[in-house]
Structures are given as structure tokens and as C-alpha cells.
């Protein structure tokens, strides 16, 4: 038996074979003495839509990552956990070699996810970019809105139509900002740029690469952080195991799905998670899902 346990109150989350996934705890208790679920918080909805639609970026969490991720790649935002915003990215559905495996696995594991992978079906997002593309787009959209970031990214399409890193170095540090680039995101991609120009990046070698060999070289890069690599392993690479505890939105869905949406720290997280390896990208999605669902047709 797994145990999510709070110093404070000494609270702790059951997640033991078939019945995983619901908080033992009194005040926690999401199944309650008779194993049914207690009443979810309803989410807070991000404003926005994707490919037409726009998100705002003050809603920092799981609704406004939906919002981004519900039709395309993920917003691969280029800053620190508590100031992601997302992009405006095209997407394609297409579902991973390993995704039936892995949901026929969680859904005999954890109590709630045998509710939430039938309920939004079997489908996974990812990226039709290039990881340079993805990762640029990435920078662009960091703490501004997506229609902002809609819009900059255009400027800079127009300005650099080839979208290689090649032509964002010709291009210069004073034509990239006259985009409507800030100074630092203009360093920013000229730095990706170069990193992968330069051959600092193993690009060729990253589908074979552990993922923290790979977030180690994204991080590497100037205005990339740790969340941003590992949705770019999640929605690029498509890795089956990723646990992103830095993001706002997983952690928002642990808290209203396993804990009555009570705060949940990260260790709390982690133990709730540990019950769905080797599948937590999966897990993951469908936490995301839970949040801000989305038409079945996506």
C-alpha cells in the first residue's frame, strides 16, 4: 500500500490494487464508507479557445491547459511552474503504441481512473511541429495570453517563413524584435537557434534518450525550464512516463479527484502517481481531461 501522507494532519490517500486511487483519510475521504466518489469542486474554466480560441493566462491551471491542449500540441511555455501560459499550437490526434496497454492497466489499478479513461475514451494529442518549431513557439507564448501569442508567432512566421534556426540567426537580434519580441525572448530564441545549429543538441538521438538526458539539454537552453521539457517529452516524444509535478493543472486534478480538493503538496502528488507507473503520461492526461473535458470527437 502506497501512502500520500501531510505532516500537518497526517492525512493519508489508499492506493492499493483495484480500489487505488481514493484517500482513506476522514476529512479526505473522496469514496466515503460506502466507496462512492464525493462531489467534485467544479474546475475553473480558462477563457480561450485553441486554433480559433484563446486561453487566458491568468488561469494558470489544469482549465487553461485543457483549453490549449484539447486540439493541439502542448503549449510548451518556456517558464518556471507558477507563471505557465499556454500557446496557440495546431494539433493532431493520434494515439500512442502503448496507450491501449497502458489504460487496460490503470483502469485495474486505481478507482478513479476506471471511471475517467472510459468516460473521455481512449485518444492522445501530439505535436504535428518540429521540436525547433515547438520549442520556439514555446518562448513566444510565455505569460501573455494565446491570442497575443497567436499573433507574435504570425510576425515571426512572416519574418522567418522557413521556421529553421538557420533563418532566425540571419535574421538577427534586431529584426526579431521588431516582431514585437521582447528583448529577452529575443535572446531566447536566438539561443535556441544556435543551440541547434551549433550541434550542442542531440536531436537525432532524443527518441532513444532517457528522458531526463533529454530534459538535461533542454534546460540547458536559455528559457527553458523543467516543465517546459517535460511537456515537450510528453506531447513531442510521446514518453509513456512522465510525471510533471510542476505543472498546476495535474496537481489541481490530484487534489479534486484523490483529496476532496484539498491542498495536495507535491510529495502527496508523487505518492498518488506512484501508482500508476510505468503509465503516468497517461494518467496524467486523463487528470487533465478530468479538469476541463472535451468534445469525444477530439
Known sequence: MATAT?????????????????????????NGAGGKAATKPAAKTARGKTNGASASHEALDGAAIEAALSNGPAALEAVEPAANALGDFEFEVQRPDYWDKACADLVKRDRILKKLIPKFGPVHLLSRDDPFVTLARSVVGQQISTAAAQALWQRVEAACPKLVPQQFLKLGHEKLAACGLSKRKTEYILDLAQHF??????????????????????????????????????????????????????????????????????????????????????????????????????
Open 197 to 298: 545549429v551549433s550541434g550542442a543538441l542531440h536531436v537525432g538521438k532524443w527518441t532513444s534518450m532517457d528522458d531526463e538526458d533529454v530534459i538535461a539539454e533542454l534546460t540547458a537552453i536559455r528559457g527553458i525550464g523543467r516543465w517546459t521539457a517535460e511537456m515537450f517529452l510528453i506531447f513531442n516524444l510521446a514518453r509513456p512516463n512522465v510525471l510533471p509535478l510542476d505543472d498546476l493543472g495535474l496537481i489541481r486534478a490530484i487534489s479534486v479527484n484523490y483529496f476532496s480538493g484539498e491542498p495536495v503538496t507535491r510529495s502527496e502528488a508523487r505518492e498518488v502517481a506512484a501508482n500508476w507507473e510505468p503509465w503516468r503520461t497517461v494518467a496524467t492526461w486523463y487528470m487533465w481531461r478530468s479538469l476541463n473535458p472535451i468534445p469525444a470527437d477530439h
Open 6 to 30: 501531510k505532516t500537518q494532519t497526517r492525512r493519508s490517500a489508499s492506493l492499493t490494487g483495484g480500489t487505488a486511487g481514493a484517500p482513506a483519510g476522514a476529512k479526505r475521504a473522496l
